[in-house]
């Protein structure tokens, strides 16, 4: 009876750690699948790692104008403005579609993703802080700086800054 409850005490311990195991894995590979585009966080510090792997491409997107007049494109996320577009394919991982901070990645990390519908925290900052914290990243976010265009960065400022006016 008791090696029996020891058993099942060690079957558990091994079912909680294969399941941990797991869920890191999936956070880590989704955070440097879309949410880093191999970008690093952190300090600015130089890069001391012995890869010789070229930094990535920036992302080029194109930008149409619709004709004066005409209807705000429909549809999903990614037919929108550069900057709905950017957060889609960039940002939304972790901060979640609508910017709550809800997103898929967002379930390991902590500190959560910023919520950039809390209207008290976001009337506290500066568009050159957020922009500061998109170009140099902070804690888990990586640093966009480099990865980004300056207009898309900027695009994606001014629809942060969009969520904020929602509820």
């Not at 609508?98 to 008290?120: C, E, T, V, Y």
Request: aromatic content about 2%.
């Amino acid at each position: 009876m008791r090696q029996e409850r020891s058993s099942r005490a060690s079957s558990r311990t091994a079912f909680v750690a294969v399941r941990l195991a797991i869920a890191v894995l999936a956070i880590a590979s989704a955070v440097l699948a879309g949410c880093g585009g191999g970008a690093k966080s952190g300090s600015d510090s130089s890069n001391t790692s012995a890869s010789s792997a070229p930094p990535p491409a920036p992302v080029e997107t194109t930008v149409t104008t619709p004709p004066a007049g005409s209807p705000p494109p429909s549809g999903d996320a990614l037919s929108g403005d550069l900057g709905t577009r950017v957060f889609a394919q960039r940002c939304a991982l972790c901060h979640g579609p609508d910017g709550h901070g809800d997103g898929p990645g967002s379930k390991a990390l902590n500190p959560k993703p910023r919520n950039f519908h809390d209207k008290a925290y976001m009337s506290t900052r500066t568009d050159a802080q957020l922009l500061e914290v998109i170009h140099k990243g902070k804690g888990v976010m990586p640093k966009w700086g480099g990865v980004l265009s300056e207009a898309e960065i900027t695009a994606v400022l001014a629809h942060i800054r969009d969520l904020g006016k929602k509820p």
